[in-house]
């Protein structure tokens, strides 16, 4: 049988997906932290994985799913929280635009599964899955309570879930978690299928979603979901002593507010007075892609005169940032390779065409 006739759409996408195959799934195992480091990667979207000197590893917000794929569909569905949002209904144009990086199906050492909320494209029924079929110890899947329930709906065991809320702490391996207030204003307006919101105070941010505070004996890491920006950045920055954080950064399309934009970025950093800041989520979708030199150009222009003690640092889906050994680099590369050039003999005619 030629190649031609043994080739499906299967075939395809098994040999084609995820695009990097396990090659972060190995770089993570293979990683040696350094005493008194911390490391982090990128998964895409708000997706972090984290390991500490101790092999501690948690993964947040990792999500191995996609966006729109087809246009047959031509609303949104009746109370999805963009349309309670901005009276909407047209389909929203959200296409996955980063890589899968990681595959979930290849993680075998995990020691906390971390969601800040509860929507789509921060929590992952086939990695729940795979966490409970493939590692080999009682992982627990911490969250706020919509969290919770949502792993509870997919099959992960009740005992293997802890629900937190603002305030509340654990213990995993050699790092310590903290839940604190999230400002995730887009999940204030989602509900549970078509509810009238209008008039109606909402009180259960803290029960939909939460950031974290992850101390770590290389740094102390926040986490801050999809919050937007609040003044009460500020006493988070006063509670905690914080390093590096995470915002989510985004172009708003006209009628919403989703994302963080360049300047709120810069004020969150200045608000939680840590050492570096860096931006997410504007790989993932489509319609909310952002440029984070915007966010590079405002410090440039700010910085002196407000005296930022920070530094903002533009990262790529897939790379490593090792804290602190990495707070003074401003742009990230993947490893470019060929670093060992000329250790063998060119196999070339003549060194004058090299």
């Avoid at 299967?10 to 490391?39: M, R």
């Avoid at 005992?159 to 207030?181: F, H, M, N, Q, Y």
């Avoid at 319609?287 to 440039?300: G, S, T």
Wanted: a negative charge; hydrophobic letters at 35%; glycine letters at 8%.
């Amino acid at each position: 049988m030629s190649k031609i006739d043994e080739i499906t759409m299967e075939s395809w996408i098994l040999s084609s997906y995820p695009e990097w195959g396990t090659w972060l799934n190995e770089e993570i195992d293979e990683e040696t932290v350094e005493p008194g480091t911390v490391a982090m990667w990128w998964l895409g979207c708000t997706g972090l994985w984290v390991k500490t000197e101790g092999n501690t590893n948690i993964s947040i917000d990792l999500w191995a799913g996609n966006g729109k794929r087809t246009k047959k569909v031509k609303n949104m569905a009746a109370g999805h929280q963009m349309a309670n949002m901005c009276g909407g209904r047209k389909l929203q144009p959200n296409l996955r635009a980063s890589p899968m990086v990681i595959n979930p199906f290849a993680v075998t050492n995990v020691d906390a599964v971390l969601a800040t909320h509860y929507h789509a494209d921060h929590m992952d029924p086939n990695y729940a899955a795979a966490v409970l079929k493939n590692v080999d110890k009682d992982v627990p899947f911490v969250g706020p309570r919509k969290s919770v329930e949502l792993w509870t709906r997919w099959g992960v065991p009740a005992g293997r879930c802890v629900t937190v809320k603002p305030g509340d702490s654990l213990k995993v391996g050699d790092l310590e978690i903290t839940a604190v207030d999230s400002f995730d204003r887009t999940c204030l307006v989602t509900t549970e299928g078509v509810q009238d919101i209008r008039g109606i105070c909402p009180d259960d941010m803290d029960e939909k979603a939460v950031n974290y505070l992850i101390k770590t004996p290389g740094g102390n890491i926040y986490h801050s979901g999809d919050s937007h920006y609040s003044i009460y950045f500020a006493k988070h920055g006063k509670d905690y002593d914080i390093d590096v954080a995470f915002g989510s950064y985004g172009e708003n399309p006209v009628g919403v507010m989703d994302k963080m934009t360049s300047i709120d970025i810069l004020r969150m950093a200045e608000a939680l007075r840590c050492k570096v800041v860096i931006p997410i989520h504007y790989d993932v979708w489509t319609n909310f892609m952002a440029d984070p030199r915007e966010i590079a150009a405002l410090y440039e222009m700010r910085r002196h005169r407000l005296n930022y003690g920070f530094k903002p640092f533009l990262w790529e889906v897939g790379g490593k940032f090792v804290y602190p050994n990495d707070k003074d680099k401003r742009e990230y590369h993947h490893p470019r390779g060929f670093d060992d050039c000329f250790e063998d003999e060119p196999n070339a005619p003549f060194r004058s065409i090299l």
